[in-house]
């Protein structure tokens, strides 16, 4: 497993944009397909992005392309959550994951988590 970090959560206007950054330690980061979830009050957590370990490989929920873009720096250990044009329903607790196998909007297929870090858009 590795130990995950969130941090640039925060307030914003709707239109607005935020960087999430999550930065990892442990075991070798560059082998784990890295996602970010989401969690609204009162629902479930749901699948938002993920990246392959190599980062030649993305995949979006249908609510968040074209909006949101992942990156990653295998050198730095982290993997980035650029948010463009935030809008009011994208209010949530952000979590990174870390998995070893291939990726899945499962959550129960991630072994590593974050604490949260939490993006509120007024409207």
């Known amino acids: 497993q590795v130990q995950l970090v969130e941090s640039g959560g925060g307030l914003v206007q709707a239109g607005g944009s935020l960087r999430l950054s999550c930065t990892a330690s442990?075991?070798?980061?560059?082998?784990?397909?890295m996602a970010w979830f989401r969690q609204a009050p009162g629902k479930e957590r749901e699948f938002v992005t993920a990246?392959?370990?190599?980062?030649?490989?993305?995949y979006y929920t249908d609510s968040v392309k074209g909006r949101f873009t992942i990156s990653r720096d295998n050198a730095k250990k982290t993997v980035y959550l650029q948010m463009n044009s935030l809008k009011h329903e994208d209010t949530a607790i952000y979590y990174c994951?870390?998995?070893?196998?291939?990726?899945?909007?499962?959550?129960?297929?991630?072994?590593?988590w974050g604490q949260g870090t939490q993006v509120t858009v007024s409207s």
């Open positions: 990246i392959s370990p190599s980062g030649d490989s993305t």
């Open positions: 442990g075991r070798t980061f560059s082998y784990y397909t």
């Open positions: 994951a870390a998995a070893g196998g291939r990726y899945s909007i499962r959550s129960t297929n991630y072994d590593s």
